[in-house]
């Protein structure tokens, strides 16, 4: 007899990327927050209409919220609620990191950007990470280097062949 076999997940664990933080903001620790989310926002999140790309983090309270990331809602949404696709959300972390977010954000002049949000264990997680803006010559260093190392790439391939 045959076994049923274990339904495979098609998708990544990866939900939504804000590719545009490592171009602005030079990061530097990461931390794994959780979400506080309402059953349409899970939905939205599963289906990966989700944008971080103006999204920030802030600490009121000695709790963190997640500000401007935007969760689409679906047309077949519950109808007994009313979505707001920008609304606050709460994050979810431990007192330490907490703590050692405060200090830096206030103290240090760091500032809370989210780069990636994935699925861990069938939950939302969501990574943040502390940062400091770049200078406009930053930017233009970084992209150098980037051209570069892809050219070396170029190279290295074409010479080994």
Not at 2 to 20: C, D, H, R, Y
Request: glycine share 4%; aromatic share 6%.
């Amino acid at each position: 007899m045959n076994k049923p076999k274990a339904k495979k997940t098609q998708e990544s664990g990866t939900i939504a990327l804000n590719k545009k933080s490592r171009h602005e903001y030079s990061l530097e620790d990461r931390f794994e927050a959780g979400l506080v989310l309402e059953g349409w926002e899970v939905k939205s999140l599963r289906a990966g209409r989700v944008q971080l790309i103006d999204s920030y983090v802030i600490i009121k309270h000695s709790e963190a919220f997640l500000l401007g990331a935007l969760i689409t809602p679906l047309l077949a949404a519950s109808t007994h609620i009313i979505p707001n696709a920008t609304r606050t959300r709460k994050l979810l972390l431990h007192r330490q990191e907490l703590n050692k977010l405060i200090g830096a954000v206030e103290r240090k002049g760091y500032t809370l950007v989210p780069t990636a949000m994935y699925w861990k264990n069938n939950r939302a997680k969501l990574e943040i990470a502390l940062a400091k803006g770049k200078q406009l010559h930053d930017k233009r260093a970084d992209e150098k280097e980037r051209d570069w190392q892809r050219e070396k790439q170029r190279l290295f391939r074409h010479n080994n062949k």
